[in-house]
């Protein structure tokens, strides 16, 4: 069984900067893609960047220039730099693991950029 656990969020002012992390344990396979996705209420959930474990990441063009997703196959953990933050960044962040035809979603972290 995996677990995903988030951590790094919490309240920035506008234009400065967080680092989400999320690391999964349990069973990963070679092959999988771990993302970030945000949401707030009333919207449904988006993408805002994945990494596979192999292969060159994708980030959203909202959040392109400003966000940077990387990981460390070796922890298995994916990293989620957001610098440049905006007021329209706050939403809760959850990361997911895709293996297999599998996804796994982590609990959440909230992120909060005031004005």
């Known amino acids: 069984q995996v677990q995903l656990a988030e951590s790094g969020g919490g309240l920035v002012q506008a234009g400065g900067s967080l680092r989400l992390s999320c690391a999964a344990s349990?069973?990963?396979?070679?092959?999988?893609?771990m993302s970030w996705y945000r949401q707030t209420p009333g919207k449904e959930r988006e993408l805002v960047a994945k990494?596979?474990?192999?292969?060159?990441?994708n980030v959203s063009d909202s959040v392109k220039g400003r966000f940077t997703i990387s990981r460390d196959n070796t922890k298995n953990t994916v990293y989620l730099q957001m610098n440049s933050l905006k007021p329209e960044d706050t939403a809760i962040y959850y990361c997911a693991l895709d293996q297999q035809g599998d996804r796994v979603w982590g609990q959440g972290t909230q992120v909060t950029v005031s004005s």
């Open positions: 349990g069973t990963i396979s070679g092959l999988n893609v």
């Open positions: 990494q596979p474990s192999i292969g060159r990441p």
